[in-house]
């Protein structure tokens, strides 16, 4: 590629679920402009802030470029063999000597942005072979993922709100016009919501604090951070107390109804408004409307999933859209169908479980896999047989994303050997060993495997390198660690993992009596897949052997990765559908409303409900559209103008404790203590303090000088890590009890 040309090139913007489409100007190599793409068939031009600063974050100079090796305390670079001949020779021997418990894994959100992560960090994770796997997932979403299972048979079964086709959408603990969204893909979030109420529909906001996607509802009520649960059951109280209850198109595939009938008669709107803050009245009106909205549906997200009633107030999202007729329904909640599942799923399954194994210390149950990443630091402090002594990351920061932090790090220090795939050296990865950069995000190709399966319209985009990568490719970085790990050694080729996950999965079509390839030659469907590099390999198998794929016949005009790439902005699929019954996977093939897990759940709600309400403040976090993850910080044009980590107050509650805006506070919590400055602001629920998350930079050792110079602090210092959802596992980070006072001389 001539990089004098000057070009034009579109890609999907993989910085946020929204996965708008740019639209990059090229000159001598460089990117000289940024804008939306107006032809992209899923985001039509919209674009954030963070779309147009990809170009900064491609061409920063903190970003690293080749692999470091801590050597005396400080990390040096080295040549790629020498980075995994270490690991080879430092790593392999703990693994010997204490067994593959002894490693422990930490996997980050920016994995399920780009392929790499979603085709080889299970190869990953299956050389290494530890039950030690802890990921961003259970500071975030798990608690989704476990109501799914236990409403459709699976964690990815995940309902999505129908925006373009609702006139009602009751959102809590959501703020897409700062998130851009959120289990919910959907570029121009804002765009749609201003539609619903073009079309004479409405929105009602309930969240502690009056944010911009509040602003913009026709209607936003206060509620106590931690108490959506009660606010949602109740809600489903009043539908089966005034005969409300219509399952709709979903009546012949629900089982439980009764039994949740039942389960929620304690909970009427009186008895939980004064713990909400939320008016009985208001709350029958809500049931009511949305059982009435021709087209209505409730969305929940963050701050309803990371508080000790996570999957109770997840699951209870669904049950409401489900006796209010409104699941599998054109705009109420709908299941999106994206290219590359599996074509031809019909109903059943084996349903979803957890608790498979228990983690060493705190006995937590696994889900999906994984422990809670709020044990973290108990299983590498811990002595004895299965304790963490070392670590491999990729692409995460627990450092300042995960509860207890200060004292995740100190654990961090302490170990005998760390790994980290980053493409900076930040506060959790300065504590590596080794450090493998991956390319920069325009040296990949792209697709959202993950974000598909909540996109708000069926579409497919796939995006080429922008730029030869100055490296090995990421999936070439996973390749060779998962050959290490796998004892093949340092030097093993990565090409040989490519052939042998494509391979494998050609190999299973071809074996499945209910596929199209069944029966086929296996390296003749491998010669129509050619050379490709493996990421892109197992992209087009997926494609083509999905409902929407060629299935690898001359004679169909499906579609495959080649289709793709002649349709750069992307290929329309179409409006969400009706995928009842089969996307269910429960062993009965229907949904099943209630489970013994959920019941004991519903008990511990009442009797929280009899319990004197705590005193004091509840901290919360916050969003900002510039900010999506904490490496974010390192973007000039992400951080610029004024300082963003701030706790915000209520002016009541900054009177009572003579705090001045302006000033700095000193917050505390039973595990951690830091100052910030204060805003006061009376959008927040009195009784309620907001922090964000991500901030804390400029640690020795770590190599990040835009964001030390932008510091903050890490809000997870204050973070408790012993309170959890049970059932997920998820941390919680929301409704944190904590104490404000001034500080001294402020």
């Keep these: 590629m001539n990089p004098g040309t000057n070009r034009t090139v579109v890609r999907t913007c993989p910085l946020c679920e929204a996965t708008c489409g740019l639209e990059l100007q090229i000159s001598d190599g460089k990117v000289v402009k940024v804008r939306g ?15 147009t600063a990809i170009a900064a974050i491609h061409e920063d100079p903190d970003r690293l470029r080749r692999p470091l090796i801590k050597r005396n305390g400080h990390h040096v670079e080295v040549e790629w063999d020498e980075a995994f001949a270490e ?13 593959r418990n002894s490693v422990g894994a930490y996997l980050g959100n920016p994995n399920v942005h780009n392929m790499a992560g979603a085709f080889y960090v299970r190869p990953v994770l299956k050389a290494l072979g530890t039950r030690n796997i802890f990921s961003a997932s259970s500071v975030d979403q798990m608690p989704k993922h476990v109501s799914s299972g236990l409403l459709f048979g699976s964690p990815g079964a995940i309902p999505v709100p129908d925006l373009d086709r609702t006139d009602f959408l009751l959102m809590l603990g959501a703020n897409p016009l700062e998130s851009n969204g959120s289990l919910c893909t959907a570029p121009d979030f804002p765009g749609r919501l201003k539609a619903i109420r073009q079309r004479g529909g409405r929105i009602i906001v309930i969240d502690p604090r009056r944010t911009r996607t509040a602003r913009l509802a026709d209607e936003h009520f206060f509620v106590r951070p931690g108490t959506d649960a009660m606010l949602l059951v109740a809600m489903i109280h009043v539908l089966f107390e005034e005969n409300l209850v219509n399952l709709g198109a979903v009546a012949d595939h629900v089982n439980g109804l009764e039994e949740v009938r039942v389960a929620v008669q304690p909970f009427s709107p009186e008895r939980v408004a004064e ?34 009633f996570g999957t109770l107030a997840s699951w209870a999202t669904d049950v409401l859209n489900i006796l209010a007729g409104k699941l599998d329904r054109p705009g109420g909640a709908m299941f999106p169908l994206a290219a590359g599942t ?30 809670p990443v709020a044990t973290l630091a108990d299983e590498m402090e811990e002595p004895g047989e299965g304790q963490v002594r070392a670590f491999i990351t990729i692409g995460g920061n627990p450092a300042l994303s995960t509860p207890d932090s200060e004292r995740l790090e100190a654990a961090l220090e302490k170990l005998e050997f760390m790994v980290s795939v980053d493409i900076y050296c930040n506060e959790t990865t300065r504590h590596a060993d080794v450090i493998l950069p991956p390319p920069s995000l325009l040296e990949r190709g792209h697709y959202d495997t993950s974000f598909a399966n909540l996109a708000v319209r069926n579409v497919s985009n796939y995006s080429p390198p922008v730029f030869a990568a100055e490296g090995p490719s990421e999936s070439d970085i996973l390749a060779r660690l998962a050959l290490v790990l796998g004892r093949q050694g340092a030097k093993a080729d990565p090409a040989n993992l490519d052939r042998l996950l494509v391979r494998g999965l050609v190999e299973g079509h071809v074996a499945n009596p209910a596929s199209p390839l069944h029966g086929r030659e296996v390296d003749d469907v491998l010669a129509q897949v050619g050379d490709r590099p493996g990421p892109e390999a197992l992209l087009d198998v997926m494609l083509r052997m999905g409902p929407y794929g060629d299935g690898f016949d001359d004679t169909e005009q499906g579609l495959s990765l080649q289709r793709l790439e002649a349709n750069p902005h992307g290929i329309d699929l179409g409006a969400l559908e009706p995928q009842i019954p089969n996307v269910l996977s429960t062993p009965s093939a229907r949904i099943e409303l209630v489970a013994d897990s959920l019941i004991t759940e519903l008990d511990r709600l009442d009797r929280v409900l009899e319990e004197a309400e705590p005193e004091g403040l509840l901290l919360i976090g916050r969003r900002h559209l510039r900010s999506n993850n904490s490496w974010m910080h390192n973007i000039k044009p992400l951080v610029a103008g004024r300082n963003r980590c701030t706790l915000q107050m209520h002016p009541d509650d900054a009177a009572k404790r003579r705090v001045e805006a302006g000033g700095v506070v000193e917050i505390s919590s039973r595990v951690g203590r830091i100052q910030a400055p204060v805003e006061i602001n009376a959008d927040l629920m009195p009784g309620v303090v907001s922090l964000p998350h991500g901030w804390g930079h400029g640690q ?3 190599r990040l000088g835009v964001a030390a110079a932008h510091e903050g602090v890490n809000s997870n210092r204050l973070t408790d890590g012993l309170p959890l959802d049970p059932l997920s596992g998820n941390a919680v980070l929301n409704g944190i009890p904590v104490e404000v006072v001034a500080s001294p001389g402020s």
């Excluded at 793409?37 to 779309?51: E, L």
């Excluded at 803050?277 to 549906?297: D, I, K, P, Q």
């Excluded at 399954?349 to 999906?368: A, C, H, I, N």
């Design 37 to 51: 793409d107006a032809k992209d068939v899923f985001s039509g031009g919209y674009i954030c802030p963070k779309g």
């Design 275 to 308: 713990r909400c803050g939320v008016a009985s009245a208001t709350l029958r009106r809500l049931a009511r409307e949305l059982a009435e909205a021709e087209r209505g549906v409730v969305y929940g997200r963050i701050g309803i999933h990371t508080v000790g």
């Design 700 to 702: 020795a050792g770590s």
């Design 87 to 99: 690991i080879e020779q430092r790593l392999l021997p703990i693994l010997e000597e204490h067994g």
């Design 342 to 371: 599996r074509a031809g799923k019909t109903a059943g399954g084996r349903g979803f479980k957890t608790g498979r194994w228990r983690s060493r210390v705190r006995d937590l149950p696994e889900v999906m896999g994984e422990f």
